[in-house]
């Protein structure tokens, strides 16, 4: 993480309301029909390279820390998503990216030689095979597979895993299979978000996230705070969690326009790479949020409540899972004799560990990519 990461990061422990996360949509495209994303209903016209990176340097002057590269549609179809990824990487930012984990192998080679901090794999399922549907499919366990077992030193593998009533009765074999098949990648539990809202679905209905409390594994990531969240997201029907949803964080649309968060737009038409966005974004009302019925999307819940003190002995657990092995040494230290000796075991073999070169990447053998304006829409 760059000095640029750090700064910013410190300067909102203090200025809770200075913009600090950007979701950027690269594309509406995709090549899968997922039931329950709308993302691709609407076709938006891309802002090429060029404008891809002015749109990088707006959301560097304003300020923002992390940018994940999410909330549209596949990203990898874009020809320059590593030329993106890279550029926002050069101006000292945390870059993510979010994909189906249906790409070919060439692409997500590119991807791990990118200097992308965070890749995240949408994975529903490890049964069967319910592509272009959902994210469930051996093509897709595949692709986690590759990641996982190139993934090069400093870089993150995140299995997102949303949670309805489809899957609900799958959520242990789902952790446990990841915990066996990938042990570099760590598992994320998102219990479905419904309402009104663009990535909504209204037909589905609230999963009881009782499921949270009781599944373990040395890979998955649920903090105490954001399991007590999705409770009372399930139980509320209203569920106001202090979103600051426009100012902590929001959504760039591949057109370059600005919505408040990935479900909402704002309430006067923004567009960045308008040349008096930043006045009308300093002047924008965004207090239609308390309009909305709540979420646990993990992307803002927790970047938000990362702020708050009281979360972050739940966050310096997550980092502990990020930062070590299931099987390293220093765990079965923490386990034995406490935290601290556990911490000291780490910070110990971290300065005495030899770095280890990047692991070789197969070179795949070359597919016909598909265009993208000859790729099914769908979620």
């Known amino acids: 993480m760059t000095p640029k990461f750090w700064f910013r990061t410190i300067r909102n422990l203090f200025l809770r309301h200075r913009p600090y996360f ?71 930012l945390y870059v993510k990216i979010t994909s189906n984990g249906t790409m070919s192998r060439a692409k997500y080679a590119a991807l791990l030689a990118s200097r992308v901090s965070e890749i995240a794999i949408s994975l529903d399922g490890v049964r069967g095979d319910d592509l272009p549907y959902s994210h469930v499919g051996p093509k897709l366990l595949e692709s986690v597979a590759f990641l996982n077992d190139h993934l ?37 539990l998102n219990p479905v978000v419904v309402g009104q809202g663009k990535l909504r679905v209204p037909r589905q209905a609230k999963v009881n996230p009782e499921f949270m409390q009781r599944v373990q594994s040395p890979t998955l990531l649920t903090p ?13 029907e209203t569920y106001n969690w202090g979103c600051l949803a426009g100012e902590f964080f929001f959504d760039i649309k591949p057109n370059g326009d600005f919505w408040i968060c990935q479900d909402h737009p704002a309430k006067t038409p923004l567009n960045i790479l308008d040349d008096d966005f930043e006045q009308k974004y300093r002047e924008a009302d965004f207090s239609h949020r308390r309009n909305c019925s709540g979420c646990t999307y993990s992307c803002y819940w927790i970047t938000q409540k990362s702020f708050e003190p009281r979360t972050w002995p739940g966050l310096a657990e997550m980092w502990w899972k990020c930062s070590t092995r299931p099987d390293e040494p220093c765990r079965q230290t923490a386990e034995r004799h406490g935290w601290i000796a556990g911490l000291l075991h780490f910070c110990a073999t971290r300065a005495f560990m030899p770095k280890e070169p990047s692991p070789r990447l197969a070179q795949p053998e070359p597919k016909a990519e598909i265009a993208p304006d000859a790729v099914g829409i769908g979620g």
């Open 22 to 92: 950007a979701h950027l949509a690269l594309t509406h495209v995709c090549n899968l029909r997922c039931r329950f994303c709308h993302i691709p209903e609407e076709r938006i016209k891309e802002v090429d390279t060029e404008g891809m990176q002015r749109i990088i340097d707006r959301l560097d002057r304003m300020g923002i820390a992390v940018l994940s590269i999410s909330g549209g549609g596949e990203p990898l179809l874009r020809p320059d998503f590593a030329t993106i990824l890279n550029y926002a990487a050069g101006r000292g």
């Open 152 to 188: 090069p030193p400093g870089k993150l593998l995140t299995l997102n895993v949303t949670i309805s009533e489809t899957n609900r009765d799958q959520v242990e074999d789902i952790v446990a299979t990841c915990a066996r098949r990938f042990p570099n990648a760590r598992v994320w």
């Open 224 to 236: 105490g705070f954001y399991k007590q969240g999705c409770a009372d997201y399930y139980c509320d």
